[in-house]
T-cell receptor
């Protein structure tokens, strides 16, 4: 079974802090994704990566950056956390190809005070 | 027009009912289609892929109508455990890697 893990289930940070969210997958997947999910807005893509050291902006990249130094690890960085970044953050990975099923991690619920 | 649109519901049905969810997508070049299920406070998980000819998995039937850009999910003999949010998902094209998720339709099955 594919396993996608995220470093924290719950996180509380203060406004202005730098926040790192880590995601690791164990299936040698090419593609990795970061989403945020908010009530009424659904899943929104922040960034994705289709290879090591490669990244692409999603629909809402502002205020975020990412890092993919190793194939299995994809980090989301909030350079200076703000209250409107309070959300559920979900990481996903996929092998790629036509079917491109995405496997999600359990999510990190981030609260910025 | 939003890329993937779903009726948010909620759909409240008794056990044993048949319920259908619909979804429309805006990009006629879309290549792949899926239904994901998300339980409360959990991550989304693939329920089933949707093929042009339609496909069935037990009590679940998915259909695709490319001409109308319309996808459906039918659940027969609803169980309490079917209560969840169902996400319609579209892959825009073969070259891209990012899927587009609908906002989901919430189903509540009661005894």
């Amino acid at each position: 079974d594919v396993k996608v893990t995220q470093s924290s289930r719950y996180l509380v940070k203060r406004t202005g802090e730098k926040v790192f969210l880590e995601c690791v997958q164990d299936m040698d997947h090419e593609n990795m994704f970061w989403y945020r999910q908010d009530p009424g807005l659904g899943l929104r893509l922040i960034y994705f990566s289709y290879d090591v050291k490669m990244k692409e902006k999603g629909d809402i990249p502002e205020g975020y950056s990412v890092s993919r130094e190793k194939k299995e690890r994809f980090s989301l960085i909030l350079e200076s956390a703000s209250t409107n970044q309070t959300s559920m953050y979900l990481c996903a990975s996929s092998l790629g190809g036509v079917t491109d099923t995405q496997y999600f991690g359990p999510g990190t619920r981030l609260t910025v005070l | 027009r939003k890329e993937v649109e779903q009726d948010p519901g909620p759909f409240n049905v008794p056990e044993g009912a048949t319920v259908a969810f619909n979804c429309t997508y805006s990009n006629s070049a879309s290549q792949s289609f899926f239904w994901y299920r998300q339980d409360c406070r959990k991550e989304p998980k693939l329920l089933m892929s949707v093929y042009s000819s339609g496909n069935e998995d037990g009590r679940f039937t998915a259909q695709l109508n490319r001409a109308s850009q319309y996808i459906s999910l039918l659940i027969r003999d609803s169980k309490l455990s079917d209560s969840a949010t169902y996400l319609c998902v579209v892959r825009p094209n073969q070259a891209g890697t990012a899927l587009i998720f609908g906002k989901g339709t919430t189903l509540s099955v009661s005894s």
